[in-house]
């Protein structure tokens, strides 16, 4: 049975900062990994996805690699803003995610 | 192009009702999932529909249940209600079943408060 962490589960840092997300998850044959943004009482906003043959995806100031054999991605925010602020989410998976339990982001100004 | 749609956005139900929620897909999206998602907690699936059939289904109870339209659209049915059923009920569609580029697409949600 795949289980997904999220490491660490709150985060504050000031704006311009550079920061990594981390997510671990058990079983290393994910189909695809797909980090999402949600805030608060709102649905999830997809922000990449990794498939299972690649390694890494880049969107603007956003990187998310993958690396199966060690069970680990991590999500790079390049100079961060305020309106960053949010809980980011990873979910590995086909259809059926397997989600973390989040990394609460605030990024102070 | 609209989005994945859920209604309603809130409601409150008491223990011992039933609850009916709706989700429409992108247009084009066969596929629809459900999740599960309480306060301060990730998503959990419930079901997977594709093309009208039951292709997964999550550690839910019978009081769970779903179906898909043939326009694709799908409800989410709970019996019995608890209080723990209380949380946000996200629906997410999708092209197909599993591919490379299946991008997963959720909508707002529905948040139920069962009293």
């Known amino acids: 049975k795949q289980e997904v962490t999220q490491i660490p589960a709150a985060l504050s840092v000031p704006e311009g900062e550079n920061l990594v997300l981390n997510c671990s998850f058990t079983?290393?044959?994910?189909?695809?990994l797909q980090w999402f943004r949600q805030d608060p009482g709102k649905g999830l906003t997809s922000l990449l996805l990794?498939?299972?043959?690649?390694r890494e995806q880049t969107s603007g100031r956003l990187n998310a690699s993958l690396d199966k054999s060690s069970g680990r991605s991590t999500l790079y925010i390049a100079a961060s803003q305020p309106g960053d602020s949010a809980t980011y989410l990873c979910g590995g998976g086909g259809n059926m995610l397997t989600f973390g339990g989040g990394t609460r982001l605030m990024v102070k100004p | 192009d609209a989005g994945v749609t859920q209604s309603p956005t809130h409601l409150i139900k008491t223990r011992g009702q039933h609850v009916t929620l709706r989700c429409s897909p992108i247009?084009?999206?066969?596929?629809v999932s459900w999740y599960q998602q309480v306060l301060g907690q990730g998503p959990q699936f419930i079901f997977q529909?594709?093309?009208?059939?039951?292709?997964g289904r999550g550690n839910f109870p019978d009081r769970f249940s779903a179906r898909q339209f043939p326009n694709y659209s799908s409800e989410l049915n709970v019996n019995a209600l608890l209080l723990g059923d209380s949380a946000l009920y996200l629906c997410?569609?999708?092209?197909?079943?599993?591919?490379?580029?299946?991008?997963?697409?959720f909508g707002a949600g529905s948040r139920l408060t069962v009293l």
């Open positions: 529909y594709y093309e009208k059939e039951e292709r």
């Open positions: 990794i498939q299972s043959s690649q």
């Open positions: 247009s084009g999206h066969k596929s």
């Open positions: 997410a569609s999708s092209f197909s079943l599993t591919s490379g580029a299946n991008v997963l697409t």
């Open positions: 079983d290393s044959a994910i189909y695809n």
